[in-house]
C-alpha cells in the first residue's frame, strides 16, 4: 500500500497469480485460500475483501504455510504452541525409560519424535522468537534430557548449526556413547489439473 491506500498493485499481483494458474493447468482453490493482512501502521485503515474467480478469499489472523504458523503480527507464540505439542511425546519417552533401554536408543527416538518437531523449519523463526517462546522449546529439551540421562544439544545450538550448513555435531554422554545429532500445489487430480489449494497473501 503506499500513503494513499491504493491497493491496485497488490490486487493486480493476485490477479496475475490466478491467471498464471488458469495458464498453467492449475486449480487454485480459492476455499483453502487465506489471507493474511499485514499492517502495522498507526492508522490502520480496513481493507476491502479480496476477490477470486467472483468468490471472497477467507480473511484470518495466522494461517499454517509449510508447517509455520505466520500471524499476521509476524509473531511466533502461535507457531511456539504448536511446537511445544511435542511435550506430549515425553510421556512415551519415559515409558521407554521405564522400560530399561539404553540411551542411544532413547536419543534416536526423541530425535525422531521431539527434536524433530521442535526445530521444524527453525532456521526462519528462531531468529525474531521471543525469550519466553525459545525458553518454552528448551525447557522440553532439559526434560526429555533428563529422562534420558545424556546431554542433548539445545535448541539455540541446533539453529546455529543449520544456519552455518554444518550437517551433523557431536555429543558424548557420560557413558562415552557417542550421540550423533543431525542437523503449494497438491498432487495432480482426476482432471490432471494440480490444487494450489494453499496460498499466503500478505499486505505490506
Not at 105 to 111: E, G, K, V
Not at 117 to 144: E, F, M, P, Y
Request: proline share 5%; aromatic share 6%; charged share 20%.
Amino acid at each position: 500500500l503506499n500513503s494513499n491506500n491504493d491497493e491496485t498493485p497488490y490486487r493486480g499481483e493476485v490477479a496475475q497469480l490466478f491467471e498464471w494458474c488458469g495458464a498453467s493447468n492449475l486449480s487454485l482453490n480459492v476455499s483453502k485460500t487465506k489471507e493474511v493482512v499485514m499492517d502495522f501502521r498507526s492508522n490502520c485503515v480496513d481493507h476491502p475483501p479480496l476477490t477470486l474467480n467472483n468468490s471472497t478469499v477467507e480473511r484470518v489472523s495466522s494461517t499454517k504455510f509449510l508447517g509455520m504458523h505466520i500471524t499476521e503480527n509476524l509473531t511466533w507464540t502461535t507457531n511456539t504452541t504448536s511446537l511445544s505439542k511435542a511435550q506430549q511425546q515425553l510421556h512415551f519417552l519415559r515409558r521407554l525409560k521405564r522400560a530399561s533401554l539404553p540411551s542411544p536408543i532413547l536419543t534416536t527416538s526423541y530425535r525422531g519424535t521431539i527434536e524433530s518437531v521442535l526445530t521444524s523449519c527453525i532456521t526462519v523463526w528462531h531468529g525474531n522468537c521471543s525469550a519466553a517462546d525459545r525458553k518454552t522449546l528448551q525447557q522440553r529439551v532439559n526434560t526429555a534430557a533428563k529422562i534420558i540421562g545424556t546431554p542433548l544439544p539445545s535448541i539455540l545450538d541446533i539453529f546455529l548449526a543449520r544456519c552455518s550448513g554444518k550437517a551433523t555435531s557431536t555429543v558424548k554422554d557420560p557413558t562415552h556413547h557417542p550421540i550423533i545429532f543431525s542437523s503449494s500445489c497438491h498432487q495432480e487430480d482426476a482432471t490432471g489439473a494440480e490444487d494450489c489449494s494453499t496460498a499466503f497473501s500478505p499486505r505490506l
